[in-house]
């Protein structure tokens, strides 16, 4: 028996240049990333960390409400970096469940979040006695 390597070799005409085993930059769905890439992320990450630091340690807010709700902003834009530039979530990874289960498990926060406040404070205005009202009990108490 001639065994002749030309009969068992299998020659791929690859009009794009890469071998046989290129996945043109996604592995199972996860793009491939640089180390640029993270070290944007990371500049982002240390950025959005330092502003609302210095914002609070200045007392550069003179309401503490506003305070808030600009550092949940910065919270928020902290939260979109990570994903994008760590958890490399997109429209296109894992055929787009990944952003399906991210949006399911933020509609779950804000409902549980959400009724957990309404029900508290409707157990406060309820429950709780007003000033006026415990002046009240206590002159009436033996």
Same mark, same amino acid.
């Given at each position: 028996?001639?065994?002749? #390597?030309?009969?068992?070799?299998?020659?791929?005409?690859?009009?794009? !240049?890469?071998?046989?085993? #290129?996945?043109?930059?996604?592995?199972?769905?996860?793009?491939?990333?640089?180390?640029?890439?993270?070290?944007? !992320?990371?500049?982002?990450?240390?950025?959005?960390?330092?502003? &609302?630091?210095?914002?609070?340690?200045?007392?550069?807010?003179?309401?503490?409400?506003?305070?808030?709700?600009?550092?949940?902003?910065? #919270? #928020?834009?902290?939260?979109?970096? %990570?994903?994008?530039?760590?958890? %490399?979530?997109?429209?296109?990874?894992?055929?787009?469940?990944?952003?399906?289960?991210?949006?399911?498990?933020?509609?779950?926060?804000?409902?549980?979040?959400?009724?957990?406040?309404?029900?508290?404070?409707?157990?406060?205005?309820?429950?709780? &006695?007003?000033?006026?009202?415990?002046?009240?009990?206590?002159?009436?108490?033996?």
């Amino acid at each position: 028996m001639n065994h002749d #390597a030309s009969h068992h070799s299998h020659v791929h005409q690859d009009p794009h !240049g890469h071998g046989d085993d #290129a996945d043109h930059g996604f592995d199972a769905g996860i793009p491939h990333v640089s180390v640029r890439e993270y070290f944007n !992320g990371f500049v982002l990450s240390v950025v959005l960390t330092a502003i &609302p630091f210095a914002l609070v340690m200045t007392n550069s807010f003179p309401d503490s409400r506003i305070a808030a709700v600009v550092l949940l902003l910065f #919270a #928020a834009v902290q939260v979109v970096v %990570h994903m994008v530039y760590f958890l %490399h979530m997109n429209t296109k990874s894992e055929g787009g469940w990944n952003l399906l289960a991210l949006v399911f498990t933020a509609v779950l926060v804000i409902i549980v979040l959400s009724g957990s406040l309404w029900v508290m404070h409707h157990l406060n205005d309820n429950m709780m &006695p007003g000033v006026h009202d415990m002046q009240e009990m206590l002159k009436a108490a033996p």
